[in-house]
């Protein structure tokens, strides 16, 4: 027996999920399958083809781009540019402003909290404005580190 792909990481442990679940999902095992298999015989394909599920301000030529002799050096989308921010919130909010971004929950099952898209942009825009009072400009790396919490 071959085992599907999603069986590959825990060969033992196979989570069937209730019929709830399987109604409302937007892809069949099969349609998995096939993506999976796809992406392993034509990945450039595969990509650029993933790449067109994205905005992006300058659409990427270059797809993948691998050396392993010497120093490894591993490039997707090289020449492609676009804005992270621009496609988990901007571009939903004109059509899903009101709708819920991001849910938070709390050790305690008590605490939660529910974001909309447009409460979620004020709070990357209080972010923005404060790394530039701190004088972080365009193309400046920044790195959050969250442990555990």
Same mark, same amino acid.
């Given at each position: 027996?071959?085992? *599907? @792909?999603?069986?590959?990481?825990?060969?033992? =442990?196979?989570?069937?999920?209730? @019929? *709830?679940?399987?109604?409302?999902?937007?892809? *069949? #095992?099969?349609?998995?399958?096939? /993506?999976? =298999?796809?992406?392993?015989?034509? #990945?450039? +394909?595969?990509? $650029?083809?993933?790449?067109?599920?994205?905005?992006?301000?300058?659409?990427? *030529?270059?797809?993948?781009?691998?050396?392993?002799?010497?120093?490894?050096?591993?490039?997707?989308? $090289?020449? +492609?540019?676009?804005?992270?921010?621009?496609?988990?919130?901007?571009?939903?909010? #004109?059509?899903?402003?009101?709708?819920?971004?991001?849910?938070?929950?709390?050790?305690?099952? $008590?605490?939660?909290?529910?974001?909309?898209?447009?409460?979620?942009? &004020?709070?990357?825009?209080?972010?923005?404005?404060? /790394?530039? $009072?701190? &004088?972080?400009?365009? &193309?400046?790396?920044?790195?959050?580190?969250? @442990?555990?919490?």
């Amino acid at each position: 027996m071959t085992n *599907t @792909p999603a069986q590959l990481h825990h060969p033992d =442990e196979i989570f069937v999920p209730s @019929p *709830t679940i399987r109604e409302n999902a937007r892809i *069949t #095992p099969e349609q998995y399958d096939a /993506l999976y =298999e796809r992406s392993l015989n034509d #990945p450039e +394909g595969f990509w $650029a083809e993933m790449a067109q599920r994205i905005d992006w301000f300058q659409k990427p *030529t270059r797809i993948k781009e691998t050396s392993f002799k010497g120093n490894v050096d591993i490039r997707w989308y $090289a020449d +492609g540019v676009l804005n992270a921010c621009h496609n988990c919130v901007d571009r939903h909010l #004109p059509a899903r402003a009101d709708q819920t971004a991001l849910i938070f929950e709390g050790d305690d099952p $008590a605490i939660d909290k529910k974001i909309t898209y447009a409460d979620l942009k &004020g709070e990357v825009c209080r972010l923005a404005n404060a /790394l530039k $009072a701190r &004088g972080v400009q365009k &193309g400046d790396r920044v790195v959050i580190y969250m @442990p555990m919490v």
